[in-house]
Structure formats: C-alpha cells, structure tokens
C-alpha cells in the first residue's frame, strides 16, 4: 500500500499586509490551491498577519481508479469479467442466451 498526498496545509507569517498578498499571490500560481485565507492579529509586539493555505491534489477516487488491478491470484478480476448477455422480452421477462448457460455451469462444476 502506497501513501499519497492528498491534500496539504500551510500557515505562514508576515509582518505587513503586503508581505501577506505576496504569499498569496504566489500560492494563486499553484493549481492545486484549494483555500486561502488571510487573518490580521495583535499582541503586544504590534500587528502581524496568518496566512492560512490549504492544498488539494487528488481525490481518493481518483487514486483508486489510477491504481493497478490488485485480484489475488486465482479471484476474477472486476475488470476481466465482461458480464452476461441477456435480452429483454416484450413482457419484460428476460432471457439469457442457451450457451452462456452451460460456460457457467462448467465454471460452477
């Protein structure tokens, strides 16, 4: 099992606003940038900024659909089954074909 980066968060510091619109400037370049959000504090040293920067990468769907086929050895893969054909009559009762039959008996058997 791999680890993946799916997402990534990042606090910075400035002392002026515009430090601040420079770091977020440069993180709009990035695109994969998710959130940003500025705050303006205060304590007894005077006032600074927090930038908050929150990255998104992938979705854990995405990786799973980009992951190679894991089927233990000897387990019909989900990709490798093609399904059963079958027709649907007018009375909505439906019918599978005679040969399609008996190749899954023989798998059961």
């Known amino acids: 099992m791999t680890k993946i980066q799916l997402n990534q968060k990042e606090q910075h510091y400035a002392d002026t606003r515009e430090q601040a ?12 940038l998710q959130m940003h959000k500025l705050t303006e504090k205060h304590n007894k040293y005077g006032q600074y900024f927090l930038i908050d920067l929150t990255f998104a990468y992938q979705t854990p769907k995405e990786v ?3 992951s ?3 089927a233990p050895d000897g387990q019909i893969s989900l990709y ?4 059963i054909e079958y027709s649907v009559d007018s009375d909505g009762t ?3 074909n005679p040969d399609q039959l008996s190749l899954e008996e023989e798998v059961l058997n």
Do not use: F
């Open 68 to 70: 190679p086929d894991d």
């Open 21 to 32: 619109e420079e770091i977020i400037s440069a993180a709009k370049e990035h695109n994969n």
């Open 80 to 83: 490798d089954h093609e399904g």
């Open 94 to 96: 439906a019918s599978v």
């Open 64 to 66: 799973m659909e980009s």
